[in-house]
């Protein structure tokens, strides 16, 4: 049987670049169909034009969104593991906290970041917080499924043989979280991404937020779409570290399941 030129994995890995092919060419053509105006959407060359010739300015406003994006990540991620930890070892804690925590999740962010604006400032802080915030639920949630995946049996024969928590914790339960902690660290970096835009939308003197806000008032559309481009990026970019971080540490999974960690 002969083989296909293109393999299965390298076909499943461009097809997204080909839709995405796809769509910017029917968006470029209706626009110069129907002449649509740049003010209100711009063509896809416009915005590539644009975000080229901008770049510097679009770097230095992304290196102050990546600050907050990092801040909000690191504090969300600690916070939710800890929390996590919490909430699987003291039952008791776990049954009142676990339904407010998910209660929580029906309080936008957008309405709770006014307040942090008036509580820490325009600073990077606020930014932060917002992102850390919004991080710190599927993290959370993650890292408790993640703990209750150990094998009971496991738990059993290492508590028959005087085994302490703090063992059963690092051999076992650390180990067989970490598949889930990783699907929560994954979203939750994207949706930092979110939380330090909604933050600069509040409230910012820099930043690729600011800046969308900034050129809507202006009627650049194109320059707020390359802000969107150069947020696109950033969100990628930091999806992919984390998924090199997890490839990397969970090996073993990869080589004996075939998973790709997606």
């Given at each position: 049987?002969r083989?296909?030129?293109i393999p299965?994995?390298?076909?499943?890995?461009?097809?997204p670049?080909?839709?995405a092919v796809?769509?910017?060419?029917v968006?470029?053509?209706?626009v110069?169909?129907?002449?649509?105006?740049?003010?209100?959407l711009?063509?896809p060359s416009?915005?590539?034009?644009?975000?080229?010739t901008?770049?510097?300015?679009?770097?230095?406003?992304a290196?102050?969104?990546?600050?907050?994006?990092?801040l909000?990540?690191?504090f969300?991620?600690?916070?939710g593991?800890?929390?996590?930890?919490?909430?699987?070892?003291?039952?008791?804690l776990?049954?009142?906290v676990?339904?407010l925590?998910?209660?929580?999740?029906?309080?936008?962010?957008?309405a709770i970041?006014?307040?942090?604006?008036?509580w820490?400032?325009?600073?990077?802080?606020?930014?932060?917080?917002?992102a850390?915030?919004?991080?710190?639920?599927?993290?959370?949630?993650?890292a408790?499924d993640?703990l209750?995946?150990a094998?009971?049996e496991t738990i059993?024969?290492?508590?028959?043989?005087?085994?302490t928590?703090w063992?059963?914790?690092?051999?076992?339960?650390?180990?067989?979280?970490?598949?889930?902690?990783?699907?929560?660290?994954?979203?939750?970096v994207?949706l930092?991404?979110?939380g330090a835009?909604?933050?600069?939308?509040i409230?910012a003197?820099?930043?690729?937020?600011?800046l969308?806000?900034?050129?809507?008032?202006?009627?650049r559309?194109?320059?707020v779409?390359?802000?969107?481009?150069?947020l696109t990026?950033?969100?990628l970019?930091?999806?992919?570290?984390?998924?090199?971080?997890e490839?990397r540490?969970l090996?073993?999974?990869?080589?004996?399941g075939?998973?790709d960690?997606t």
């Open positions: 049987m083989r296909p030129l299965r994995l390298d076909r499943t890995r461009l097809s670049f080909l839709l796809v769509l910017l060419a968006w470029e053509l209706c110069r169909a129907f002449g649509v105006p740049a003010y209100v711009p063509a416009r915005i590539a034009a644009v975000f080229f901008k770049f510097p300015l679009l770097l230095s406003h290196g102050v969104t990546l600050a907050e994006i990092g909000g990540f690191l969300g991620s600690l916070g593991m800890s929390l996590a930890l919490a909430l699987f070892y003291i039952p008791a776990g049954a009142a676990y339904p925590l998910i209660a929580s999740q029906v309080v936008p962010v957008f970041a006014p307040l942090l604006v008036i820490f400032g325009y600073g990077l802080w606020t930014k932060a917080a917002v850390a915030l919004i991080a710190f639920f599927p993290i959370t949630i993650n408790v993640g209750r995946a094998r009971s059993d024969v290492l508590r028959a043989l005087h085994t928590e063992q059963i914790l690092r051999i076992v339960r650390a180990p067989a979280s970490l598949p889930a902690l990783f699907s929560g660290l994954k979203v939750g994207t930092c991404v979110v835009t909604i933050g600069e939308w409230g003197r820099r930043g690729l937020g600011y969308m806000i900034e050129s809507n008032a202006l009627l559309a194109d320059l779409f390359a802000a969107i481009l150069a990026l950033v969100g970019l930091l999806f992919g570290l984390v998924r090199i971080i490839r540490v090996r073993w999974r990869h080589e004996e075939g998973q960690g």
